[in-house]
């Protein structure tokens, strides 16, 4: 009788385990509810940026305007006009009072937020520019192009300091690590190369198994993500480039990405209609933001990671982020 007890004792603990390790993780504690959408430019929307205190949403736009907006009631504060192709990247400065942005009119530009002003112009490259990053004291810009190269910048004189050159295609992603060491370039050749910023000089390149749209650092600097082609969302290692993980949902190509302050809440943009909030922490989905028409070719979050914002063709669609 004993012996019976303690097989059934054993069998009921191995069907416990099972059942605990078949079971669907815990639903976050997490609502999103939609707060506003701006018909915001006519045509698609590229890129967008939150200013670092949260209040101020950047929208670049196909018409070649950017657009400035407030985050807290959804209005427009102000256009800001002088590039003559479509707007494809736009990005604060630290101190949320500039902004520069990158055109398919192959130049990059700064603004002063408040005047909306046009400060100074970088011209070199000889297509479309696709991202800028800037050193954190200010002094220096690179920027991506179509023209397969990433330039560096001398702010103060807009004049270039160097051209680094080794991808065979299209340069659509850019990120500069926290401690300015590490430079990252994604390509349309399907490759990321790591180099050293102050040199120029390519440290590592990592084949990628699609086209690499967008690129970024967490703020530790260990952890390197990257979307692209056919949902690809990876997490790599920033040193070696070994995946770390791969976060799945996305069923198109991942065109942009946005990272908290903290680095725990990623949003991303996608061309299957949809913006979706991951949690880096536990590498999981919280949630979905559809009711796009078309696809989601830009994405941003505040950096209290409170307020999601995702565009798409002519509308930005705003949601407010709350833990119950």
């Not at 018909?39 to 101020?56: E, K, L, T």
């Not at 011209?123 to 954190?136: F, L, P, Q």
């Not at 440290?203 to 749209?213: A, C, L, N």
Request: a positive charge.
């Amino acid at each position: 009788m004993k012996r019976v007890a303690l097989l059934l004792t054993i069998a009921l603990v191995l069907v416990g385990c099972a059942a605990a390790q078949s079971a669907p993780p815990p639903v976050s504690r997490l609502r999103v509810e939609e707060r506003a959408t701006l018909n915001a430019h006519v045509g698609w929307i590229a890129g967008m940026a939150i200013s670092p205190n949260g209040r101020i949403l950047a929208s670049a736009g196909h018409e070649s305007l950017i657009k400035l907006w407030d985050v807290a009631t959804g209005k427009e504060i102000r256009t800001l006009t002088g590039h003559a192709k479509w707007v494809r990247w736009v990005l604060f400065t630290r101190d949320g009072k500039r902004l520069y942005s990158g055109s398919q009119d192959n130049d990059v530009k700064l603004w002063d937020v408040a005047t909306g002003k046009c400060l100074a112009t970088f011209t070199g490259h000889t297509a479309a520019i696709r991202n800028v990053v800037y050193s954190n004291d200010g002094k220096k810009i690179w920027s991506s192009s179509w023209d397969h190269t990433v330039k560096e910048w001398d702010v103060a004189t807009q004049q270039e300091i160097r051209t680094l050159q080794g991808h065979t295609n299209h340069v659509r992603a850019l990120a500069l690590s926290p401690d300015n060491k590490t430079l990252a370039s994604g390509a349309e050749d399907k490759q990321i190369i790591l180099w050293d910023p102050d040199t120029g000089v390519a440290r590592k390149s990592i084949r990628m198994p699609g086209i690499i749209h967008c690129l970024l650092f967490t703020p530790d600097g260990k952890v390197l993500i990257a979307g692209g082609d056919a949902g690809m969302l990876k997490l790599l290692d920033a040193t070696t480039g070994d995946e770390i993980a791969s976060l799945t949902g996305h069923t198109a190509v991942v065109l942009e990405l946005g990272l908290s302050h903290n680095g725990r809440y990623l949003v991303s943009g996608c061309f299957d209609k949809t913006a979706r909030l991951w949690n880096l922490k536990t590498r999981t989905q919280l949630a979905v933001m559809d009711g796009f028409e078309q696809g989601v070719r830009s994405a941003a979050i505040t950096p209290d990671g409170k307020i999601v914002a995702a565009g798409s063709m002519n509308i930005i669609k705003l949601w407010s982020v709350k833990f119950k």
